[in-house]
């Protein structure tokens, strides 16, 4: 499913009108059928509704599902920005065709105006957010910020049009001030803000509205949302003839003093991922205690420049032992300083085989980045913004706000696929290509969650996944597993990881055989 931003959606829409012929007028019909559908799948017995209405399309939208809401039973409350006769188009269309039938329609024109609206919202149990759409891009203030904080004040329900008033369709910034939205219906496709930074936050539950615009006209966007039928054909059959040996082999370097844990995460997940052997390669002074505690991945113990610290000339040995398998991962609690630093450099520049590159890897590539183009195959690198802030020179907020451009920007200049953890995690391709990953919460932020990943991409890479496609079905299955935890604290990296046959089961049966989405596609469950 693609992900647009507002230009492209505005685009789209525009090809539908005047090239394809299908008049503004349906789609805003069809919009307006499609959050009222959402309306009475949520809140069936619903009787009392607050419409608010502002400037441009979105708010004809509003106008339209204010009518269908009356037609329907229900008592609504309908509220506009606009002055009489100022709504143009198909908005204009629809607003006449209120005044003709004597629907009352409010002006909130001044801050006097406030006080009834606060009274109106009193009474509602649901507000629809009709107000500003997608074209935001400058911070909310004056009349509007009052309407969209009275909102936010109420104690109804909330249903935001597109995306919630205020914030940013593109960046998910909050410009100024948002709606908060307890739903989101985005017409026709995804939009990026929706899923990224604070919209994550403010845009509740997304779903996915189809209003008749057509997929090839948008069939060349860079950016998807992945989805669970997608995500199962990426993954590779398992033939009644498998063996140990015909499901993939990783190699791992990890560990370091205080870190083993996360060796023994990444070891572990790229096994419950469905690897079929694991070779854990750690400093030889974690080599015994972890060999005690891990049952079925191999550890190998390996020469060490001091205490803990994998010696870089230890790099042929490495590149020897795993030219059997299919993928090398290596940064999992590695010691992030110079020797790893050089360890790293003979690793990337003498291994044939698709990289995995994570936490002490990344910590050691600082400063020196320009060796990813010596990669045989474009690395899979998973930093968190933190990562991310240290390997570019810039802030973590920084890339907060702009984490897809960012992502494609350096997917392109170091030639890597680069997966940036957060909610709703970005993975960029080198080719100009991304992806946003609608599965994981809070549950997941967690130490030891991260090498449960990287462990998870290194295991689909070794069954045969492309790079590409591992990073972005590792990043959804581990969000998956995540998400099948119970909502809330008292979780740890190893529930995860216990949850992964449940997540692969679940993705099984909510995707084998899907063919079309439905009219409202739920971004979650998936």
Known sequence: MKVLSSAAMKEADRKTIQELGLPGAVLMETAGIRVVELV?????????????????????????????????????????????GAYRGDAG???KYLEQNQFPINRLMEEKDIELFRTELEQAELVIDALLGIGTDREVTGLMAGIIK???????????VDVPSGLNANSGKVMGCAVKADWTVTFAYPKAGLFNYQGVDYAGEVHVAQINIPDRLVENEPVELLTSGKVWNWLPPRPNLSHKGTMGRVFIVAGSP???????????????????????????????ALEAGLVEVITISLPEAKTGVIN?????????????????????GLD??????????????????????????LEALAGKTGILKKAKYPPVLTPHPGELA?????????????????????????NAILLIKGSNTVIALPTGKAAINPTGCPNLATAGSGDLLTGTIASFIAQGISPENAAMAGAFIHGLAGDLLSTGRGHMARDILNCYNQAFQYLEQNSAGRKAEPFLYKVRPY
């Open 40 to 84: 009475f799948s949520r809140l069936p017995q619903v009787k009392k509704v607050a419409v608010m209405a502002g400037p441009g399309n979105n708010g004809g939208d509003g106008l339209v599902i204010a009518r269908m809401l009356k037609n329907a039973g229900v008592k609504v409350f309908l509220w506009t920005t606009v002055e009489p």
């Open 93 to 95: 269309i629809n607003e």
């Open 150 to 160: 009275e909102i936010n004040h109420s104690e109804a329900l909330v249903i935001s």
């Open 258 to 288: 205080g870190m083993g844990g996360a060796a023994v995460m990444a070891g572990e997940s790229a096994l419950k991922s469905g690897a079929g052997l694991v070779y854990l390669a750690v400093p030889q002074t974690l080599e015994t």
């Open 312 to 332: 870089a000339e230890t790099a042929e040995q490495i590149l020897e032992m795993s030219g059997s398998c299919n993928v090398l991962a290596v940064g999992p």
């Open 336 to 361: 992030p300083g110079q020797e790893t630093a050089k360890l790293l450099e003979k690793l990337i520049e003498g291994s044939s085989l698709p990289l995995v590159l994570d936490a002490g890897a």
């Open 390 to 414: 240290r390997l570019t020179g810039s802030e973590p907020g920084e890339i907060m706000e702009n984490r897809l451009e960012i992502a494609l920007n350096y997917a392109r200049q170091w």
